[in-house]
């Protein structure tokens, strides 16, 4: 018969030695273990547990977020899908902030840190979260939200006066006078950091920036939106602890810059709309730098050349494919720290886009054998080959995430398909965790497909784009990738069937979304094979778009039908807007 007093004994020193344990495991998987270990176990770490990241607001609910986590200090919280970044997903789908933010009003009294992404905020979302958390909050993050206007970042500098940091980068907000960068700068003395940097925000004074840097002596990050730099000589000699800085513009004559001087501590720089000729201002401090942001500057291939050299210690860079397989080579060359690489599409149309800059199997090579220590390579290619991909997964040891866009600019690629280079990149990058494949028709078949799913056992996330050739690619695929919890497809060949077959042998998926798939069903009813206990399936219908082009010129975009599955403990949401339908069981 077991012994009861052996099992307090055991208990008592299982809290003991947790006790001890506990403030040194900061990893939310680990957490996650060990709260399953058992239930005292369990209410131990949901008291000592400071962060929670909910990666979809419709999987809980404030008030079951409350109950388990009563000392939470800092949330985040990502709304839409992450399609959403690509106008993939109708505005009013969803992702509201409301109901958390009146939660937070009333409870969470630990709550320091708040980060939203990808959701809807309101104005009024901002004034009850200002007035009722304002005085203890210490970082709010809107990212990519929408919503909300001026009127409601007055809010945020009236009342936010511990306020640490302010992100709002990539915001669409509704700009009606800057007086809410005013009320920051009077109010605050502690921010360290201040993002809007790809924001509309165009109304706020280079006055205010100068003024927040001389009343925050701690600030050592701004990313602001279009500013003469010219006009930030005060703000740069002001902010003499800045570490990094982003965004401005070039809008007088190139000589005239000559006289710009950076804060002697930034080793992070990102400045829009910088040309050839105003470039030699960096030159001076490139070997401080270890990251440069090069997206929005007005440099061919040629130029990332010349800067890139002078700027020997990066360790992550990120630009347009105008860098070429030249610039590429010169970085592998020059840049050995370098641990992320992030790659965009530039505009086609952009005349700088001469014939070298292009990326391709030969800038990959460079790159695989000369930055070894690479973690993060995201690129979009024009061409590439199994050969390019073999040797990322000889070299590339550290790669932990994987993103490959192949561009449709050539009618031919050099070597299709790539599913031995697939399956060498994925068996040499054990490290892998997050990885994504954006090709063409016929670039993988369903044999790469089952390479996928044997070779990545670690893989969480990944995004699949115009892969595979039948649903029996898909099916191979699901009897493999163990820890996949995140799944996004677009583009692809597989029926509803089978979309519903795979989701159910994917052991740990906890969501999956896919746009472009054979409909065999009328609104999505082969999709409920997958229905289980907990488990949500979303619907939008084909829809036809009048968007703007690249050119700015409005052209009518057809947007396949998608589908939105995912674990939830709230239930079914209940803000579905018109262009998004529940797909449900029917009622016996």
Known sequence: MENPNANRASCGMSEEVFGCVIPYIQCSRDRDAVSLVCRRWYELEALTRKHVTIAFCYTATPDRLRRRFEHLESLKLKGKPRAAMFNLIPE???????PWVEAFSESFSCLRSLHFRRMIVKD??????????????????????SGFSTDGLLHVGRYCRNLKILFLEESTVDEKDGEWLHELALNNTVLE?????????????????????????SLNSVKI????????????????????????????????YSIVSFPPKLTSLGLTYMGKNEMPIVFSFGSNLKKLDLLYALLDMEDHCVLIQRCPNLEILETRNVIGDGGLE????????????????????????????????????SLAQGCLELEYLAVYASDITND????LGTYSKNLNDFRLVLLDRQETITDLPLDHGVRALLRGCPKLRRFALYLRSGALTDVGMGYIGQYSPNVRWMLLGYVGQ????????????????????????????????????????????VQGYRATSAMGQDLLSMARPF??????????LVVPDQRGEYVVVDHPPHILAYYSLAGMRTDFPNSVFPVSQPSP
């Open 470 to 513: 039948s649903d029996a690619g898909l099916l191979e695929f699901s009897k493999g990738c163990p820890s996949l919890q995140k799944l996004e497809m677009r583009g692809c060949c597989f029926s509803e069937r089978a979309l519903a077959t795979a989701v159910l042998r994917l052991p740990s998926l906890r969501y999956v979304w």
């Open 330 to 365: 010169v970085l592998a060359q020059s840049c050995k720290r370098l641990r992320r690489l992030r790659i965009e599409r530039g505009a086609d149309e952009n005349e700088m886009e001469d014939e070298g800059g292009i990326v391709s199997q030969r800038g990959l090579i």
């Open 193 to 217: 950091t201040l993002n809007f940097y790809m924001t509309d925000l165009e109304k706020v004074k280079f006055q205010d920036i100068e003024l927040v840097a001389k009343s925050c002596s």
């Open 92 to 98: 009013d789908w969803g992702g509201y902030v409301t």
């Open 388 to 391: 390019s991909l073999e040797h």
């Open 535 to 544: 488990w949500n399936i979303e619907l939008i219908p084909p829809r036809r």
């Open 225 to 256: 939106s279009d500013c003469e730099i010219l006009n930030l000589l005060g703000f740069f000699r002001a902010a003499y602890s800045l570490e990094e800085f982003g965004g401005g513009s070039f809008n007088d004559q190139p000589e005239k």
């Open 124 to 145: 009024s979302d901002l004034e009850l979260l200002c007035r009722t958390r304002g005085r203890v909050l210490q970082a709010l993050k809107l990212d990519k939200c």
